[in-house]
């Protein structure tokens, strides 16, 4: 003991953290799963930004119906698909506070189709992190809007018929929400490495900027992988992704009117403080 | 003082609304009550307030729900189709415990029905309608005036109770123009505070979480239980009604809204020719004035009860009569409002067969 006691304090430097925007609650998801990068990356955002107290999150029905759990920051549970209107109801009040949804592609380009695309369509300043796994998970992985043509789910257990008259293709939110002039930004990126991981970090802090600048409505859409529900192996389900689902869904910016030249010179744009409560 | 003048019932929502501190109204066009969001898209702006036409009644309520949930006092207005979409939302707002006010104008239905008056959303707006135990304060107005002073009071005892508020009133009070007294002032309003509101935490050390999602049996069963002890607490302090002509009474006519007031008409004619019959006016349909109304028809030949609609608040008038008072119900649907003789004529023959009992 006295031993330890001589030795002096290792000089420890913090390189990687959980992000303070990060409850230490342990998240739920099943192996594999992406919402645990995507978590992290939106987290990430709140801290980096230094939103953590003007922020207010929208989380939707879903796998993700828990993340109210995890995030620091105040939180509002949605019913399926109604985020984007949850989300206009704080933002039109509260104007100068950051607001966000987190949804799945059920809720999002299923149910919740018309809110997405109106709240796209009046350029709801607000972030919306789109998770892309193309199945429902949590119901016990069922068929999507966003399902590949021929992927087997339990509810299209020959494969998704895309054929005229059938279940059609599958939806590209990015495509369908880029020809709204109220989107500032929107872009896709597959959650399946280290690289494309900071890729999304990229894309997702230009979304941010996108609300913080006033400039509009702003997705980001990650690709993300669902092994239990596509019956794959984790690192299959990921290369599955890179091969398959990217050409679909291909990634990149759609929209990017956040790193537009402002039209008066000069201008820099400058963040708002937090008001008062 | 505030002047007397004349007043559309629509415009005496949207003016109660403003008076009540309403900051912000989401709402989707729909007949009738299209003024209310009309006068609303100008005046909540002008004095500093949010409105948002959604782009249906689906996300309306849900952006009730994130304003109300923002701290904020939000409402939304329809008529009984676009009030049956919204029920998912009130169903969420109530198992959150969060304030808001919604205002049906009620027309016919089942289905598209009609634009004319009805009162079929009765059972919808006092018996749950969406889904899960919950329940809303229920404020029926019956002139223009009310229409005006319960929208107002109605985000008082949203926020009191952190419920859903809601006024149901119809097509024929939402059309009429008649004489009420309202200020001209748009009064200052301090709604209580709110630390629950998810409004960022803006220096607070515990994060705010609107939720109605528990996922262990114990945990939504006591959840139940605190809402339940919510609504106990507003049948013990919000019951509202209103009696007229009670005191001599040997026949009780019940009736509520649109339809008390043809009651009314009927029952002064049915005086004139000597029928001692009285009227009892549930102004809260729910909470339901029970107790009041059991010792009133205590004392009663028999009851009898109108309503638009093919007998809804029928139900609760039975529970409350004693055994030996008889409850008759007539109904008109469609829109069709009996003329005050008709409504006489109905009551002396009920009178007669109940004295012949």
């Known amino acids: ?277 | 003082m505030a002047q007397r003048r004349l007043v559309k019932g629509n415009e005496a929502i949207a003016l109660g609304a403003l008076h009540g501190g309403c900051d912000a109204f989401f709402g989707y066009p729909i007949t009738p009550q299209n003024e209310v969001p009309e006068i609303l898209s100008e005046i909540l702006p002008a004095n500093g307030r949010v409105f948002l036409q959604a782009e249906s009644e689906l996300a309306s309520i849900n952006m009730v729900y994130g304003a109300a949930a923002a701290g904020k006092r939000a409402m939304s207005s329809s008529s009984s189709p676009g009030i049956s979409l919204m029920m998912e939302g009130l169903s969420y707002i109530a198992g959150a415990e969060l304030p808001c006010v919604v205002v049906n104008v009620q027309r016919g239905g089942p289905g598209l029905g009609n634009i004319a008056a009805s009162q079929s959303d009765y059972f919808q707006a006092c018996k749950g309608g969406g889904h899960g135990d919950y329940e809303m304060i229920v404020l029926a107005p019956w002139n223009v005036q009310e229409m005006y002073e319960f929208t107002r009071d109605a985000f008082g005892l949203a926020d009191k109770y952190r419920v859903p508020a809601f006024v149901l009133s119809d097509a024929v009070l939402g059309s009429m123009l008649e004489s009420a007294a309202i200020p001209e002032e748009v009064p200052e309003v301090k709604p209580p505070p709110k630390p629950w509101a998810t409004n960022g935490r803006n220096g607070r050390t515990e994060r705010t979480i609107i939720n109605s999602l528990y996922l262990d049996p114990q945990d939504l069963s006591d959840h139940n239980d605190k809402l339940q002890a919510v609504y106990r607490r507003i049948h013990e302090n919000e019951q509202r009604y209103d009696t007229r002509f009670a005191d001599d009474a040997e026949v009780m006519v019940v009736a509520y809204g649109i339809c008390a007031r043809l009651a009314l008409s009927g029952i002064k004619l049915a005086r004139e020719q000597g029928i001692k019959v009285g009227l009892f006016r549930p102004i809260t349909v729910n909470p339901f004035p029970y107790a009041p109304l059991r010792e009133l028809l205590g004392r009663m030949r028999g009851a009898w009860t109108f309503e638009l609609s093919a007998g809804q608040m029928v139900q609760d008038v039975r529970l409350s009569a004693p055994e030996r008072c008889p409850v008759e119900f007539f109904g008109k649907m469609g829109g069709i409002l009996p003329p005050p003789a008709e409504v006489c004529e109905r009551i002396k023959k009920f009178a007669e067969t109940v004295h012949g009992s």
């Open chain 1, 1 to 277: 003991m006295e031993a330890e006691a001589s030795h002096p304090e290792p000089e420890v430097e913090c390189v990687f953290k959980r992000p303070d925007a990060l409850t230490e609650t342990p998240l739920h998801y099943c192996p594999g799963c992406g919402h645990g990068i995507f978590h992290r990356l939106v987290a990430q955002m709140i801290d980096e930004f230094g939103l953590m107290d003007r922020t207010v999150g929208i989380v939707p029905v879903g796998c993700s119906v828990l993340a109210y759990n995890y995030f620091a920051c105040d939180t509002i549970e949605a019913s399926h698909g109604r985020a984007p209107a949850v989300a206009t109801g704080v933002k039109r009040c509260l104007p100068d506070r950051f607001v966000f949804t987190y949804q799945g592609d059920g809720d999002l380009a299923s149910i919740g189709m018309a809110e997405t695309v109106h709240a796209a369509a009046r350029g709801e300043s607000i972030c919306v992190f789109f998770v892309n796994n193309g199945i429902y998970g949590m119901t016990g992985g069922q068929m999507a809007p966003t399902t590949l043509a021929g992927q087997k789910t339990t509810t299209s257990p020959l494969g998704r018929d895309v054929s005229v008259g059938k279940t059609g293709p599958p939806i590209d939110m990015c495509k369908l929400l880029s020809s709204l002039p109220g989107v500032a930004y929107l872009a896709r990126v597959p959650l399946t490495s280290p690289k494309n991981v900071r890729k999304a970090h990229k894309y997702m802090c230009k979304a941010v900027r996108a609300q913080l600048e006033n400039k509009g409505f702003s997705m980001v859409e990650v690709l993300s992988a669902c092994p239990v529900q596509w019956r794959m192996a984790p690192l299959v389900a990921l290369k599955h992704i890179d091969e398959d689902v990217v050409k679909v869904f291909p990634p990149g910016e759609f929209v990017n009117r956040v790193d537009e030249k402002p039209a008066s010179a000069g201008a820099q744009e400058k963040v708002a403080a937090p008001a008062a409560n």
